[in-house]
């Protein structure tokens, strides 16, 4: 049986969507994906649903028409400064009456401990959308391996857990926005979360490593430690905040600063680079202007050393951590641009760091594999066990655009096939 997963990444500059097939001995597949630029969308928040609908529906039709399928059901991340997260720690009776009995721990009471760690007050601003194991003690023992806790016995169960929230407001206009577009949600993923599925090995979870998503309208980080995640935040800095400082420097349009910070833009130039010269695109009938690489490197290099001047220090002082031995693991568009991880060295004095890349999942264009990519792979790999793929209670035709919902006969050749 060959189940599809579609994975959607709204971002602050473009929509990604990958389809990826899965067959009956849990193989993936990417049959095809697409990007496209984001339309109401500030800052990772969506600010006009109807025109973030016609982004995700361009989107989603491009990878349909790559792939050669039509899709109904998508897998969305959110991030960005609307995402908030806290540790709580929940502890149960391993003997489900309440007992003080050793007992042999089930599913039930992993169950139930989480339900403990969750029993907080959150605003109704706020909605859970995930929380988190970190670790289990049983009987003031640290279990280090999650797998082996089924079957062992004991008391008392702790568990120690992230519980990560969002935005009720921001998760509201996401979930419309999906349904305008003609589409189902099936599940929310935290965005940085996703990224680490497709691009931080498990030594390196366990080790302690950091992800940093440089997105165009913010920056998301996550840290993981003893192969779980212990904290993550949202620095509301990104790649546009770069594209305004060209733009003000130079005295060109955000659209020609754009352009320029993609075509020529870089954060670390070798010596032989700083004396190349790039061309200013002129305004208001002026001539062209020629200036030095090395000119456009430094306003680029300003901004982001502050960046991630935020995030290191964001992460030093929240974390609870003293040191990480893993890595430091770049995604997100900011990703690829020349020199980003030398000037990330430099700021967080290590010389673990790289680019995060996805593994290779088939397909004749591997460019799903580049770090922008990572957060809608990762919405694949995060949700690759979900086996409910049979919704005829949630189909929904496309009706964006005033298409006609499918006829019966059309869905019955389409579950046959």
């Not at 169950?111 to 003031?140: K, M, N």
Request: glycine fraction near 10%; hydrophobic fraction near 40%.
């Amino acid at each position: 049986m060959i189940r599809r997963i579609v994975g959607l990444d709204i971002g602050a500059c473009f929509i990604r969507t990958v389809i990826a097939e899965i067959d009956s001995d849990e193989n993936i597949e990417i049959i095809g994906f697409s990007k496209v630029p984001s339309q109401g969308v500030r800052n990772g928040v969506i600010v006009n649903i109807d025109l973030a609908a016609v982004a995700v529906r361009e989107s989603i039709e491009a990878a349909e028409q790559a792939a050669g399928i039509d899709v109904e059901d998508v897998y969305i991340s959110i991030g960005g400064p609307q995402v908030d997260s806290l540790s709580s720690r929940g502890l149960v009776c391993c003997d489900p009456r309440g007992t003080s009995r050793r007992v042999e721990i089930t599913a039930d009471a992993k169950r139930r401990a989480l339900e403990s760690a969750q029993s907080i007050s959150i605003p109704f601003s706020e909605t859970l959308i995930h929380i988190v194991p970190q670790e289990y003690i049983v009987d003031g023992i640290e279990i280090p391996d999650h797998t082996k806790l089924i079957g062992t016995g004991g008391v008392r169960l702790e568990v120690k857990a992230l519980l990560v929230k969002v935005s009720s407001t921001a998760y509201g206009n996401l979930k419309e926005c999906i349904m305008r577009a003609g589409y189902v949600h099936r599940a929310v993923t935290l965005k940085t979360l996703a990224a680490a599925y497709s691009t931080i090995h498990g030594d390196e979870m366990d080790l302690g490593s950091v992800l940093i998503d440089l997105g165009g309208g913010a920056t998301d980080v996550i840290v993981f430690h003893k192969g779980a995640p212990v904290y993550t935040t949202s620095i509301p800095a990104g790649g546009n905040r770069i594209t305004n400082d060209i733009a003000t420097v130079l005295g060109i349009p955000f659209a020609a600063a754009e352009k320029l910070k993609i075509d020529q833009g870089a954060c670390w130039l070798d010596e032989d680079q700083e004396k190349e010269e790039v061309i200013v695109p002129g305004v208001g009938g002026l001539p062209p202007a020629q200036i030095e690489r090395k000119f456009l490197c430094e306003i680029i290099y300003a901004r982001m050393e502050e960046i991630m001047t935020s995030c290191a220090r964001e992460v030093a002082r929240h974390s609870g951590l003293e040191r990480l031995d893993g890595t430091i693991v770049l995604t997100g568009g900011g990703a690829l641009m020349s020199g980003v991880d030398v000037l990330t060295q430099e700021v967080w004095k290590t010389t673990s760091v790289r680019i995060g890349c996805c593994a290779n999942f088939g397909g004749v264009d591997d460019s799903y594999r580049n770090a922008d990519y990572a957060t809608a792979v990762g919405l694949v790999l995060a949700n690759k066990n979900d086996n409910l793929q049979d919704s005829n209670t949630k189909r929904m035709a496309k009706k964006y655009k005033g298409e006609a919902k499918p006829s019966a006969l059309k869905n019955f050749i389409k579950k046959f096939i």
